[in-house]
């Protein structure tokens, strides 16, 4: 009989958000944005500290700097966006967020998709 996980870990999580919002794996952004959900879903609170403590945060990892943190994060959402992954991400969230001309932040993506991932956990927990 296969093994049938019944819980899938985080990064199955994000990878599977990713594909659902069409988010290449080969750009450095999709490496820097996995890393950025992992430590706002870890520290909520970081997510009013972006570029003084989340990208510098991500920049040391991957030993390279904050600000090209900031652009490739930018990128990755702007390949999803012009690949019009947008009803896709509205399915996943559960609501019209986004239209073809207002795509979100760095700060807004990354706050949205680590907000589902903590309101998942929680619904488990309380179910």
Same mark, same amino acid.
């Given at each position: 009989?296969?093994?049938?996980?019944?819980?899938?870990?985080?990064? #199955?999580?994000?990878?599977?958000?990713?594909?659902?919002?069409?988010?290449?794996?080969?750009?450095k +952004?999709?490496?820097?944005?996995? #890393?950025?959900?992992?430590?706002?879903?870890?520290?909520?609170d970081?997510?009013?500290?972006?570029t003084?403590?989340?990208?510098?945060?991500?920049?040391?990892?991957? %030993?390279?700097?904050?600000?090209?943190?900031?652009?490739?994060?930018?990128?990755?959402?702007?390949?999803?966006?012009?690949? +019009?992954?947008?009803?896709?991400?509205?399915?996943?969230? +559960?609501?019209?967020?986004? +239209?073809?001309? %207002?795509?979100?932040?760095?700060? #807004?993506?990354?706050?949205?998709?680590? %907000?589902?991932?903590?309101?998942? #956990?929680?619904?488990?927990?309380?179910?």
């Open positions: 009989m296969p093994y049938a996980p019944t819980h899938r870990s985080f990064e #199955e999580k994000v990878t599977a958000i990713f594909l659902v919002a069409g988010i290449p794996a080969h750009i +952004g999709y490496h820097y944005l996995r #890393e950025g959900i992992r430590l706002v879903y870890n520290d909520p970081l997510i009013n500290r972006i003084k403590e989340l990208y510098p945060g991500i920049a040391k990892r991957f %030993d390279t700097s904050p600000s090209k943190v900031e652009r490739a994060i930018r990128h990755a959402i702007e390949v999803a966006w012009t690949r +019009g992954k947008i009803e896709n991400l509205n399915a996943l969230f +559960g609501y019209n967020i986004y +239209g073809k001309n %207002d795509k979100p932040t760095n700060g #807004e993506f990354i706050a949205l998709v680590a %907000d589902k991932l903590l309101m998942e #956990e929680q619904g488990k927990k309380a179910g």
